[in-house]
């Protein structure tokens, strides 16, 4: 007859179990990292091998302080049935390195090769543009990364359009479609900036992005393109190949848009920057003006005053001269008048002189006087006329 258990019955059997089981304490596993989570208490992540992975945690977290994806190691502890939850984890006791794992192997291996190549070479970046209308994004259409991306920018910028290349992001043949992907846009005249994206991982989950393929597909590009693959912590092939690496998907959507409210913003502080440098200038130059203006008046006033002054005195000087030349003439002219005066017939008939006439010409000497003929003779108040 069966009996029915409770699941806190069954999951303490479970329990019971792995506890009594002196051979699975204090084992030793050798595995590779991946999916590493660290909360304040404890740190989470999984072993791999080619076939299987077991869930791990350690509770001492300055033991696992470099523990990174990828790295092989074994570790030494006891497996543990969490009976309330129902959850399996192998609990870590200690930790340390075995050499390499094989995708962390191939990932400096490539990395290596391409760099000697020069594909990480700066000189082979391109500039992204300042101004971005459009955005091609290879990615899947099925995950949050392409709504992030959407979100971001156009809450952003609503004028951006965005152009998604569907692809898968890992498993089976999804490098050939990520590198298609690229392709494409390289040809596509109508977007200005190229975004390779998805959300975080393992060192295997992002293992279609550390592939030669994916490499020279970036490289090749004709447009800027952007890496966005994984969390800020993981670092792929193509984040070196192309010309910049944004942490996050969502980073590279703030990357790639202005922030139209922050620009209106802007916009309206270069405005009133623009009105304050106006008026100041405005301002400046009234001061100048007024200042040239009150200047000028002043030099003219002063100009006008000295040529004022100027004329006169000129006048005063003319003035002067020409009462100088008239009172000189008025004495020549009286000294002229006085002699003219002297000279005068009537003057000197009026001393008692008498002028002496024959047939209308003046008599000087007796000799001159004509017998038969009438004399005139001239005094101050008349004549007479006498028979010679």
């Known amino acids: 007859m069966n009996t029915n258990l409770t699941v806190s019955k069954f999951n303490n059997i479970i329990k019971d179990i792995f506890n009594a089981e002196e051979l699975l304490h204090n084992i030793n596993i050798v595995g590779e990292v991946f999916g590493i989570s660290r909360s304040k208490t404890a740190t989470y992540f999984s072993l791999k091998d080619e076939e299987s992975s077991l869930p791990c945690v350690a509770f001492y977290g300055d033991m696992l302080a470099n523990l990174n994806e990828g790295d092989c190691v074994v570790v030494t502890g006891s ?40 594909l990480f070479d700066v000189e082979h970046k391109k500039a992204i543009p300042e101004t971005i209308h459009r955005i091609g994004v290879v990615t899947s ?72 393929l994916v490499a020279r597909a970036t490289y090749n590009c004709k447009k800027p393109i952007i890496s966005a693959v994984g ?44 009105s304050r440098m106006i008026e100041i200038c405005i301002a400046d130059k009234t001061f100048s003006f007024q200042n040239a203006k009150s200047n000028f008046l002043s030099l003219s006033t002063d100009y006008l005053n000295q040529k004022n002054r ?41 001393l008692g002189y008498a002028k002496i006439e024959q047939n209308g010409n003046p008599v000087g000497k007796k000799v001159d006087l004509k017998k038969g003929e009438p004399i005139e003779i001239n005094f101050v108040d008349g004549s007479v006329t006498v028979q010679n």
């Open 79 to 118: 497996p543990n049935f969490y009976a309330k939850s129902g959850r399996f984890n192998f609990i870590v006791n200690k930790i340390a390195p075995y050499g390499l794992g094989l995708l962390y192997q191939r990932f400096l291996e490539l990395k290596a090769k391409l760099e000697k190549e020069g």
């Open 310 to 350: 100027y004329l006169q005195k000129l006048a005063q000087q003319v003035s002067t001269k020409l009462n100088s030349f008239i009172l000189q003439e008025d004495y020549s002219l009286k000294l002229k008048l006085a002699t003219i005066k002297k000279l005068n017939p009537l003057d000197i008939l009026a």
């Open 141 to 212: 259409k099925d995950g949050a990364v392409i709504q992030d991306i959407k979100n971001v920018s156009w809450r952003r910028n609503k004028a951006v359009d965005i152009v998604l290349y569907d692809t898968k992001v890992q498993g089976n043949g999804a490098e050939q479609e990520i590198a298609n992907g690229i392709n494409f846009f390289s040809e596509y005249d109508k977007v200005d900036v190229v975004v390779v994206a998805r959300g975080g991982g393992s060192l295997e989950d992002l293992s279609a992005y550390n592939t030669e």
């Open 231 to 274: 969390h800020e912590v993981d670092f792929t092939i193509i984040d070196f190949v192309s010309d910049l690496r944004a942490p996050t998907p969502s980073a590279a959507a703030e990357l790639l848009t202005k922030d139209t409210k922050s620009l209106q913003q802007t916009f309206k502080r270069e405005i009133s920057r623009l």
